[in-house]
């Protein structure tokens, strides 16, 4: 099993920046695909970003490229989601999840590909 706990939420103008963590107890994560996700009041949950550990390569959603970056530390065994430039329509509860197996690249962008996810945490973006 695998606990993530995500940490960094808060309430930011637009413009600004935060960071988000993740950290991960109960084993290291070493399944292949480590994702961040998002809801939005009244929305469906929406894929954001995701990191293949094997070759650190990314994906990201269209509406966050060249704004977000995730990374991973795997001494901490952590992960971060460093978001820039963000706009109101950013707020929402981000989720970090990773997945038990390996991951097609082709459907990383899919939260039912994911086996473990964190508790969420609030992010807010003032105009």
């Known amino acids: 099993q695998v606990q993530l706990v995500e940490s960094g939420g808060g309430l930011v103008q637009a413009g600004g920046s935060l960071r988000l963590s993740c950290a991960a107890s109960?084993?290291?994560?070493?399944?292949?695909?480590l994702g961040w996700f998002r809801q939005a009041p009244g929305k469906e949950r929406e894929f954001v970003a995701a990191?293949?550990?094997?070759?650190?390569?990314?994906i990201y959603a269209d509406s966050v490229k060249d704004r977000f970056t995730t990374s991973r530390d795997n001494a901490k065994n952590t992960v971060y989601l460093q978001m820039n430039s963000l706009k109101p329509e950013d707020t929402a509860v981000y989720y970090c999840?990773?997945?038990?197996?390996?991951?097609?690249?082709?459907?990383?962008?899919?939260?039912?590909?994911?086996?473990?996810w964190g508790q969420g945490t609030q992010v807010t973006v003032s105009s």
């Open positions: 109960g084993r290291t994560l070493s399944g292949d695909a």
């Open positions: 999840a990773a997945a038990r197996t390996f991951i097609p690249t082709a459907v990383m962008n899919a939260a039912r590909m994911y086996a473990y």
């Open positions: 990191l293949r550990s094997s070759t650190s390569s990314t």
